[in-house]
């Protein structure tokens, strides 16, 4: 960002209300003038703003740059006011603001009742960066103060403090932990070199992580579940990955912590193990949970369509791999009639998985024409930096799909042959892809129905060859799933559900 048009992104970062709150009682103040101007312009254009006001206002414009930093003071010094008493720690910021000046007027009885409720609500936040300096006020009220009596020693005070700096030492230290866990994960998180996994190894050997739950506060608590979560996702078993999911859900209710913005994280967090793990029993109970969370409007830029499309996102998984088919019917349903509201608020990973899940729900309940629509939504799909392997699923996936789609003469005649050519060259020559492109190659060329059921059959058996624990490879049990209808002449429906 240029120093030239920081004002006018600040400008136009502002809520309605921020700009609302910031002209008030402003009127003719010559600096409006540049912020009304800048807030009026699309693109910022340095050239056509001094056009505009060289006549109207040339000795303002002669210290343009200086009155620019002038304004992003104001604006600045505006955003503070307004949010001064919006959160808990904002008012203990605000208290130690005033502080100094109820102490030079020496009116100690006043300082020493709100010192008093800001220190328990600093310990309360565990805010413990806050409480060391409201300790300090404390202590030199109590040390400097002979005419009043105080609750507590300087000793006492000092063990406070003492205690706390601890406490923050090792919430700081955890942090600072985490961090390194997540810049070894965006750098490399298979642990693909020899490098990354001798950090990791180096890592696992830190000793606040060795040492026995809780720590000395709940936050470093729960950041020490949170990186032993990703230790043994990268190195642990199933079992040990779910309890210390389910472990860090409990931390926070028994702390009666249910509205700290770090639970709605945690309850998504369970979701996702109990995914990965393939355990549902907590699952439904855990997701009202979360909707409850997200509905309480915890985080201002989280409204309704984003609580639809996340619930909506997580309980179609839970459908599909519980085969719960009716209530999945239903959500489809409202799902599709609010796809243009909720498709925006879906991160690119999400709604591409959103894409695949709709996909395979139709294909699995043998509406192909709703299932092709989804299909193509994957197969053109451009932005693929995230999930790439559901796409590259999906275009697998499509020659069965298409397959079917003829046999069932839906459509008029497509190349199939084409589709597998292209296939192939996309997506390369894996062992999983080649036995799919082949065993559709041939049936293609099939010539008789006996012909064609000993194809599918020999796709069957050679797909059931491959072990879905060792790794990913999408669209295999949808597949398995088709292969065994054809085979046993039951419905895929009726083959999940009666599983």
Known sequence: MTSQDMLFRLIKSLSSSERREFSKGKGKDKYMALYNALLRMPDYDEVELRRKYKH???????????????LIDKILESLVGQARLRTAESKIQFLLAYLPMLYEKRQYKLLYKRLAVGIKNARDLEAFGLLIDLLEWEKKLVWNDHSNKYERSVEQILQDQEQTLDKFQELFAIRNLRRRLDLLNREDALLLKQSSRDKFQE????????????????????????????????????DELFSQAKSLVVSFEKNGQTDHPSYGMTLSTFLFVSREVNEYGDYLETLQ????????????HIGKKEVFARIGYWKLIYCLNTDDYEMAASLVAEVEERWNEIAGKLATGKLVTFYYNLMM??????????????????????????????VRGARL???IFYYEYQQQQLSPERDLQKIIDSTRKVLGSDDYTKAVVKHSSALCKAKNKSETMAI??????????????KAKYFCLDEIKLWCLSKIKGRSMLQLRTEE
């Open 361 to 390: 729900y139709y294909w699995i309940v043998d509406e192909l024409k709703k299932c092709q629509y989804w299909l193509e939504q994957l197969t053109l799909f451009r932005k693929i930096d995230r999930r790439a392997d559901v």
């Open 56 to 70: 109207a206002q040339p000795d303002f414009l002669g210290r343009l740059a200086a009155n620019k930093n002038y």
């Open 397 to 399: 996936f499509q020659l």
């Open 203 to 238: 890592f696992c050997a830190d000793e606040l992580l060795q040492l026995p739950s809780p720590l000395q506060s709940s936050e470093a608590t729960r950041h020490q579940h949170y990186l032993k979560l990703d230790v043994i996702r990268k190195k642990g078993t199933k």
């Open 289 to 300: 949970k979360w909707e409850d969370f997200l509905s309480k409007g915890a985080d201002p």
């Open 456 to 469: 599918i059959k020999s796709l069957n058996d050679t797909l059931s060859s491959f072990d879905a624990s």
